[in-house]
Nanobody, 120 residues
């Protein structure tokens, strides 16, 4: 079983910054993409950013220029630096690991989520 543990969420004022971390542990064999998704109450879960092992990155249009995703392959950890936060960024943020090569290719693993609230 793969376990993802997020940290770094909290309450910040508009324009503030937070850095989220997600550490993966367990039986991980293969190549995988890691990323961040978010979900506000009553809304669908949406992609925020993803990053491959080689460093290819994809951002949602709504966060481009404000958020930065990075990855430490040795630590199986992904980060999300969030700057210039807006109230509309308020959501539960979920870490995702998608296995693209390995015995369980195609599997998705999710963290429990960390709450980000942007409010004055």
């Amino acid at each position: 079983q793969v376990q993802l543990v997020e940290s770094g969420g909290g309450l910040v004022q508009p324009g503030g910054s937070l850095r989220l971390s997600c550490a993966a542990s367990g039986s991980i064999f293969g190549i995988y993409t890691m990323g961040w998704y978010r979900q506000a109450p009553g809304k669908l879960r949406e992609l925020v950013a993803t990053i491959t092992r080689g460093g290819n990155i994809d951002y949602a249009d709504s966060v481009k220029g404000r958020f930065t995703i990075s990855r430490d392959n040795a630590k199986n950890t992904v980060y999300l630096q969030m700057n210039s936060l807006k109230p509309e960024d308020t959501a539960a943020y979920f870490c995702n690991l998608h296995l693209i090569r390995g015995v369980d290719s195609g599997s998705d693993y999710w963290g429990q989520g960390t709450q980000v609230t942007v409010s004055s």
